[in-house]
């Protein structure tokens, strides 16, 4: 899995499952809806592999009734060649989602999703002749939870316990991951906030005769929210805290270490009849330590489209 495709998916998740904000939930006597989509391009600066831009499309589907919320997103697969047009499969990594929330009032709200999705991958050989394909199942639990301590300060976040199984050699995934970002949200008014995260991501194996893909991510994240009317401008930062990596395990079981450093600029609309959309674009400096590769510098942008009924 590249560094893009991580981000990728961390993107995807919070933004298809709902978990970096608690909910509220909707009226017990009727269902409520949501549909949307994302369209993310992502570009390592100089990475051929990438072809210079990667198009990543989502489309997901939300039923919440009472307390219950089932989803389901279908995420593209990659990487992809663009240089002649062609990819192993469209929209085809289906996620199912059923969230519980367990506590909702004005201090306290918690919930708890189960997911399971599958990564699904099209092998082509160096000639561009199809050379088999890849299924990957990873099972997900994801607690999320808000406290509201007084008008101006809370505490909030999600952790994510994830279990792969099948093809892991094929598809170099680690067999188990945690994942969780939580912190503190300072309201300075009904206009500005800020919010100071901790976030961690680490794949790892179970299995002690295994060492495929481990990898660690720790990072501070810092959003400045601000309210508009219906506009929300949010500017953030990521500020690296240790990273490393050995996703090159059949040729070098030495960790490779990174540093990133992102800033990103989140522009969201609603226009009061269900319909939302969201505008992202983050710039990132990627530090490697490794001497077979120079350090790369990141380009994301991202739309949004939401309807609620």
Same mark, same amino acid.
């Given at each position: 899995?590249?560094?893009?495709?991580?981000?990728?998916?961390?993107?995807?998740?919070?933004?298809?499952?709902?978990?970096?904000?608690?909910?509220?939930?909707?009226?017990?006597?009727?269902?409520h809806?949501?549909?949307?989509?994302?369209?993310?391009?992502?570009?390592?600066?100089?990475?051929?592999?990438?072809?210079?831009?990667?198009?990543?499309?989502?489309?997901?589907?939300?039923?919440?009734?009472?307390?219950?919320?089932?989803?389901?997103?279908?995420?593209?697969?990659?990487?992809?060649?663009?240089?002649?047009?062609?990819?192993?499969g469209?929209?085809?990594?289906?996620?199912?989602?059923?969230?519980y929330?367990?506590?909702d009032?004005?201090?306290?709200?918690?919930g708890?999703?189960g997911?399971?999705?599958?990564?699904?991958?099209?092998?082509?050989?160096?000639?561009?002749?199809?050379a088999?394909?890849?299924?990957?199942?990873?099972?997900?639990?994801?607690?999320?939870?808000?406290?509201?301590?007084?008008?101006?300060?809370?505490?909030n976040?999600?952790? +994510?316990?994830?279990?792969?199984t099948? $093809? *892991? &050699?094929?598809?170099g995934?680690?067999? @188990? =991951? !945690?994942?969780?970002?939580? %912190?503190?949200k300072?309201?300075?008014?009904?206009?500005?906030?800020?919010k100071?995260?901790?976030?961690?991501?680490?794949?790892?194996n179970?299995?002690?005769n295994?060492?495929?893909g481990?990898?660690?991510?720790?990072?501070?994240?810092?959003y400045?929210?601000?309210?508009v009317?219906?506009?929300?401008?949010?500017?953030?930062?990521?500020?690296?805290?240790?990273?490393? +990596?050995?996703?090159?395990?059949?040729? $070098? *079981? &030495?960790?490779?270490?990174?540093?990133? @450093? =992102? !800033?990103?600029?989140?522009y %969201?609309?609603?226009?009061?009849?269900?319909?939302?959309?969201?505008?992202?674009?983050?710039?990132?400096?990627?530090?490697?330590?490794?001497n077979?590769?120079?350090d790369?510098?990141?380009?994301?942008?991202?739309?949004?489209?939401?309807?609620?009924?």
């Amino acid at each position: 899995m590249t560094v893009s495709g991580k981000i990728t998916s961390l993107v995807i998740l919070l933004a298809a499952c709902n978990i970096a904000d608690a909910q509220t939930s909707p009226s017990p006597a009727a269902w409520h809806f949501d549909i949307g989509g994302m369209y993310e391009i992502e570009n390592v600066e100089g990475q051929g592999e990438d072809k210079d831009v990667l198009y990543e499309p989502s489309i997901y589907f939300n039923a919440a009734y009472g307390d219950w919320t089932l989803g389901m997103t279908m995420y593209q697969e990659g990487p992809a060649d663009y240089g002649n047009f062609t990819r192993g499969g469209y929209l085809n990594r289906p996620e199912f989602r059923v969230r519980y929330q367990f506590i909702d009032n004005d201090q306290v709200t918690f919930g708890l999703t189960g997911n399971v999705r599958n990564y699904g991958y099209h092998f082509k050989d160096d000639h561009g002749a199809q050379a088999g394909t890849a299924n990957t199942q990873r099972y997900g639990l994801t607690p999320d939870w808000n406290i509201n301590f007084d008008k101006q300060w809370s505490f909030n976040g999600w952790l +994510s316990l994830y279990q792969f199984t099948d $093809d *892991l &050699d094929e598809t170099g995934y680690s067999d @188990s =991951r !945690i994942e969780a970002e939580t %912190g503190i949200k300072y309201q300075f008014n009904q206009t500005v906030a800020l919010k100071t995260n901790y976030y961690i991501e680490r794949g790892f194996n179970l299995d002690e005769n295994r060492n495929n893909g481990e990898f660690s991510t720790q990072e501070m994240r810092i959003y400045l929210p601000i309210e508009v009317g219906s506009n929300t401008f949010m500017p953030y930062t990521r500020l690296t805290l240790d990273r490393w +990596s050995n996703w090159d395990w059949n040729t $070098d *079981l &030495d960790r490779e270490g990174h540093n990133y @450093s =992102r !800033i990103g600029l989140f522009y %969201g609309h609603d226009f009061d009849n269900g319909l939302s959309m969201s505008l992202e674009y983050a710039y990132e400096w990627e530090d490697h330590d490794d001497n077979d590769s120079s350090d790369d510098r990141f380009h994301y942008a991202g739309i949004g489209v939401n309807y609620a009924f």
